[in-house]
């Protein structure tokens, strides 16, 4: 009789234990399922910030690009002879507006070319008092050093997006879910010319 109690025991004890690892087992499949729908989540929110990043980017090249036509025809109405500077101008705009909707690398190449071109611009305006003291050109300037400003701030906001974002992507376990759901390092904006970015073109009056 004895024995029958003591098999039984050891029974119920087996069946204690199975019991046992399967919660165990049921809440390591749900911890991981709770990571696995966190770092997605965190990943999409970070890749959101991103490209809302990017395309305050894009809203602010295309802004300053819509300036350039007028500041060119102002310069021009002063140093029709600088013929050269303006389709250098024009062309680098074109560049720059077409670059900008294919991604940071190209978009930063052309941003490169473009700020060049304005500084010749500008140092043609240089050689004309009357110019730089006219009115219509003193608004498009403003404007362009606001303009300038704001890309500035864009850019530091959008590559501070990156970094986050190439981070979790890139630490481990994240990468792990991060390459699952095809999710890749993003490119940052940098411009070579961090003067000309950094410091609007100014011409003083």
């Given amino acids: ?10 029974s119920n004890g087996g069946k204690e234990m199975e019991l046992l690892w399967l919660w165990i087992l049921i809440g390591v499949v749900v ?24 395309s305050d980017i894009t809203v602010q090249l295309k802004r300053r690009a819509d300036l350039i036509p007028n500041l060119v ?4 109405g002063y140093a029709k002879h600088e013929k050269g500077v303006f389709e250098e101008v024009t062309k680098a705009r074109a560049g720059m ?10 978009a930063a190449a052309a941003e490169n070319m473009f700020e ?13 008092p009357d110019l730089k003291a006219s009115q219509n050109f003193s608004e498009l300037q403003a ?11 864009a850019r530091r906001f959008y590559n501070g997006g990156v970094r986050d974002l190439n981070t979790k992507i890139q630490v481990f376990p994240n990468n792990m879910i991060a390459g699952m ?9 940098e411009v070579e010319d961090r003067e000309a970015i950094d410091k609007p073109v ?3 009056l």
């Fill in 116 to 128: 060049q071109t304005l500084k010749s611009l500008f140092a043609v305006a240089e050689a004309y």
């Fill in 31 to 54: 911890l991981l399922v709770i990571f696995v729908w966190a770092t997605y989540n965190g990943l999409v929110t970070l890749r959101i910030r991103v490209d809302e990043a990017w």
């Fill in 97 to 106: 507006l077409d670059a900008a909707n294919k991604g940071p690398k190209e």
């Fill in 181 to 189: 759901f095809g999710f890749k390092d993003r490119e940052f904006f």
């Fill in 143 to 153: 404007e362009l050093t606001d303009t300038e400003d704001k890309i500035q701030a």
């Fill in 1 to 10: 009789m004895f024995g029958i109690i003591e098999v039984e025991l050891n």
């Fill in 202 to 204: 100014e011409v003083k």
């Fill in 73 to 76: 025809e102002t310069v021009k």
